[in-house]
């Protein structure tokens, strides 16, 4: 359900963006679009079910679960169709400007990204 909602959120606002100008890719869509496939015939059955008794069908579900679904999402770069997507009063507590993605304008998500990334120096 929750893969549904998320993939229901981005189409609307690659909609929405597409609307305003900015066009994502299709190679993007298709990255995302298949990461969330990928997630989804992970957790639903045949997959799911076998992965209960067979040890190596629990390794494919581990492996697609956790390397390619979410490579596969990254790679699509989905933030700003994900905010789009958003009802206006939720899209407003996002401190994204039109030319950042990454949320980069703002200083508690610079802080926090330059926490993980150098290990506590900011």
Do not use: C
């Amino acid at each position: 359900m929750a893969i549904a909602v998320g993939y229901v959120v981005y189409r609307s606002g690659a909609r929405r963006n597409f609307e305003r100008g900015s066009v994502t890719t299709p190679e993007a869509h298709a990255l995302a679009s298949g990461g969330m496939a990928i997630m989804a015939l992970a957790l639903l059955p045949p997959i799911a079910s076998m992965a209960g008794h067979l040890y190596w069908m629990q390794q494919v579900q581990t492996l697609l679960l956790r390397f390619v679904a979410p490579m596969m999402i990254m790679l699509a770069a989905p933030g700003a169709n994900l905010i789009a997507g958003l009802p206006e009063r939720w899209r407003k507590r996002f401190p994204v400007q039109e030319d950042d993605p990454f949320f980069m304008d703002d200083d508690r998500p610079r802080g926090a990204f330059a926490l993980v990334t150098r290990h506590g120096v900011v």
